[in-house]
């Protein structure tokens, strides 16, 4: 079992900044790899961004290249998600979420462990 617990959600405006975290708990955190998706209202639970066990990888959308950026301390068992440039269209519920695996899942159904999601709100 993983617990997930986010933080750092707010209101910001446009081309500001945010940086959202991810405390995990309760299991070998190193062992897993972790992603971020948001949910709109309205819409579909989407993929943000994901990083490698080791924290020597990522991945992120195509939405947000360049602008967020992921990174995580296995020390502290916690992994961040820095966003830069916001944009309206940014405005989502955030969730973190863990998978055991050694690859970098883009697709929800592959993470088994979810935070209860903080709200990032971008006024334009």
């Known amino acids: 079992q993983v617990q997930l617990v986010e933080a750092g959600g707010g209101l910001v405006q446009a081309g500001g900044s945010l940086r959202l975290s991810c405390a995990a708990s309760g299991a070998t955190f190193s062992s897993y790899a972790m992603g971020w998706f948001r949910q709109a209202p309205g819409k579909e639970r989407e993929f943000v961004a994901a990083?490698?066990?080791?924290?020597?990888?990522?991945r992120s959308a195509d939405s947000v290249k360049g602008r967020f950026t992921c990174s995580r301390d296995n020390a502290k068992n916690s992994v961040e998600l820095q966003m830069g440039s916001l944009k309206a269209e940014d405005t989502a519920v955030y969730y973190c979420?863990?998978?055991?695996?050694?690859?970098?899942?883009?697709?929800?159904?592959?993470?088994?462990?979810w935070g209860q999601g903080t709200q990032v709100t971008v006024s334009s």
């Open positions: 979420a863990a998978a055991y695996t050694t690859s970098l899942p883009m697709k929800d159904i592959e993470y088994s462990y």
């Open positions: 990083i490698h066990w080791s924290g020597l990888s990522t």
